[in-house]
């Protein structure tokens, strides 16, 4: 068994070994805290990064699978088995070099957001899990693929006993995807939004879309598109009933500079059918 610190977390891995040049397979992978509930399991993972991208000390990963796992984050008191990831060292200084450049921001985490997002993909029976001393939550993966061709995979509420599903495209190069997400059974509520927020809320169909993006001359740029079919929620700072939309679509075309981040006049909301339903 070796083990690795890293974060104030020990890691424990039970093997691993290198097939091909740069894939990595590891097994029996635990994130355990030094007080509380184990944090992180896995049973296998492999992952291969691009080694075009590694030349020039970047990391980008071209294949993922992981089989068998589970996130547990556990609350009890004033306690969290997460809480050591959230502190910063002691010996950390913050030094501010002037105003932010919002451009270069955003196009750091959006790149590296794909960057680290794999174009060939598999999970496979993987549970988040979500206890405080007031609620507890248990999402399931029991299956997702990603693929050149397509995107496809399952969530699963096990506290509601319903789940979603999601199709369509990602391409990691293009820095684009395609995604419909919907309800199996009827209209289910979204998880932890009620938990976190005390809000209900629940769709019949998501469909988000990110059709371009470029970064030139200190300038980001980014165009798609949300839309939404049988969107409800409930908040009783909002309304005294629930409110429902019928149809809801919204084209996006964000410019974001240095200095300011603006949605372009070529923008579109649109919503029909806003009304309170009683449910």
Not at 97 to 119: C, E, H, M, V, W
Request: charged share 20%; glycine share 6%.
């Amino acid at each position: 068994v070796t083990g690795v610190q890293t974060c104030a977390l020990p890691i424990s891995i039970g093997s691993a070994e290198f097939s091909g040049i740069v894939t990595v397979k590891m097994n029996d992978i635990t994130v355990m805290p030094a007080v509380g509930d184990t944090l992180i399991h896995l049973d296998t993972l492999s992952a291969t990064p691009s080694l075009g991208s590694l030349l020039f000390f970047n990391i980008k990963m071209k294949s993922l699978e992981m089989k068998s796992g589970f996130v547990h984050l556990s609350c009890s008191g004033e306690y969290c088995n997460y809480s050591s990831l959230l502190k910063r060292k002691k010996d950390s200084v913050s030094v501010k070099t002037g105003n932010p450049d919002y451009a270069a921001i955003f196009y750091r985490f959006f790149s590296k957001a794909f960057d680290l997002a794999p174009q060939n993909a598999a999970l496979r029976e993987l549970n988040l899990s979500f206890i405080t001393d007031t609620f507890q939550t248990v999402l399931k993966i029991p299956d997702f693929n990603s693929s050149v061709e397509k995107m496809e995979g399952e969530l699963v509420d096990a506290k509601q006993h319903c789940s979603w599903k999601m199709t369509g495209t990602f391409n990691q190069g293009h820095r684009t995807y395609d995604a419909m997400i919907y309800p199996l059974i009827g209209h289910s509520r979204l998880p932890l939004i009620k938990e976190l927020f005390n809000i209900d809320a629940g769709f019949d169909t998501i469909h988000a879309a990110l059709s371009e993006s470029s970064y030139s001359k200190s300038v980001f740029r980014m165009s798609g598109e949300l839309s939404a079919e049988g969107v409800s929620f409930y908040h009783w700072r909002i309304s005294d009933d629930t409110v429902k939309v019928e149809q809801g679509k919204f084209v996006y075309h964000v410019t974001i500079t240095p200095q300011s981040i603006a949605l372009d006049s070529t923008s579109l909301l649109k919503l029909n059918q806003i009304g309170r339903a009683h449910v």
